[in-house]
């Protein structure tokens, strides 16, 4: 549910929340735990793949790995080309191997970051996956 708060108007509800700058977006639990958080302007896609970004989390959070698992998919398949991808596809990893527990689906993902994203700061994290 979106939720608009000034940070002249409400101060305290910004001040509560964490928020830094403006504009500051969270995705949080229906329990009110913050999940993911980005600041600034992003251009559509990127925004875009900052929202499923921060669904996917929430989704792994609650240890509901499938779902996660295909939400990270999601963001690799229709937004590769943004900044959520590299970062998706290192959790999409991490997803399938907590559902399933073969560390092939951690090697997978190893390979796969060989082909997308390599310079990325979570190819590096993936690389200790490697055979």
């Known amino acids: 549910m979106p939720v ?3 940070i002249k108007e409400q101060p305290k509800t910004f001040e509560r929340f964490g928020a830094q700058w403006t504009p ?5 639990d229906p329990d009110g735990t913050k999940r993911h958080q980005f600041e600034g302007f ?3 896609d990127d925004f875009l793949g900052q929202l499923k970004l921060g ?13 996660a698992e ?5 963001i690799v398949k229709t937004l590769p080309d943004s900044d ?6 290192y959790w999409a990893g991490v ?13 997978q993902t190893t390979e ?5 994203y390599q310079g990325s700061t979570w190819a590096k994290k993936a690389s200790v996956w490697a055979k």
């Open 55 to 67: 669904l996917a989390h929430s989704a792994f959070a609650r240890q509901q790995w499938k779902e």
């Open 4 to 6: 608009k708060i000034h």
């Open 84 to 89: 959520a991808a590299p970062e998706a596809l």
């Open 42 to 44: 992003l251009p559509p």
């Open 112 to 116: 796969a970051f060989k082909i997308h």
């Open 24 to 28: 500051t977006i969270q995705v949080l």
């Open 95 to 107: 997803s399938r191997y907590k559902s399933s527990g073969d560390p092939t689906a951690l090697q």
């Open 70 to 74: 295909s939400r990270y998919d999601d």
